[in-house]
């Protein structure tokens, strides 16, 4: 008896040690107006980009030779989806998927998700569909996943990263 009472005694005594030193769950580093305050901007981006305004998009980018786009690509060089790095890329990336006809960015904001990676530091995930008719795609709505990741600027938020991925069709039934 006095050893099944020293082993549950001393189990239970880890036990509590365990937990009392396990690390505490991680605080969100941004508050729920700051969170609210960048899904606004993420609805002023699908405005801009879906109205074609270039100078406006521009401005909502992080203006950083790190800044990145990751998008369709239009030649061979660039292969399929590529990353666009810096300004001046990105933007004209934007202006030729903008030009090349309609282009429509529908995202279901019921899904939107913003969190706060650091204090400077969010990321926003959605799914979304995309009409468009650039570099060989036949302009009919397509689902896409949009993952931005957004820096505190000053007082401002700005697009650091925009990845844009299709969503590949579900495998077809085996019979």
């Not at 995930?125 to 957004?150: C, E």
């Amino acid at each position: 008896m006095y050893k099944t009472l020293l082993v549950t005694f001393t189990t239970s005594a880890l036990s509590i040690r365990a937990v009392a030193s396990a690390p505490a769950v991680a605080k969100e580093p941004l508050n729920a107006a700051t969170l609210s305050a960048i899904k606004s901007k993420f609805g002023r981006l699908m405005e801009l980009a879906n109205n074609h305004d270039f100078k406006a998009l521009h401005g909502m980018f992080w203006q950083s030779p790190s800044t990145l786009l990751v998008a369709k690509g239009a030649i061979q060089s660039e292969g399929n989806w590529a990353g666009f790095w810096g300004n001046e890329a990105v933007d004209k990336k934007l202006h030729d998927i903008g030009s090349s006809g309609p282009v429509v960015l529908e995202p279901d904001y019921s899904k939107l998700k913003v969190v706060g990676l650091t204090r400077d530091v969010a990321e926003s995930y959605v799914p979304m569909n995309i009409t468009v008719s650039y570099a060989g795609q036949d302009g009919t709505a397509k689902p896409f996943l949009m993952i931005i990741n957004w820096l505190r600027v000053g007082k401002d938020w700005k697009v650091a990263s925009e990845i844009i991925l299709p969503v590949p069709p579900a495998p077809a039934a085996k019979d």
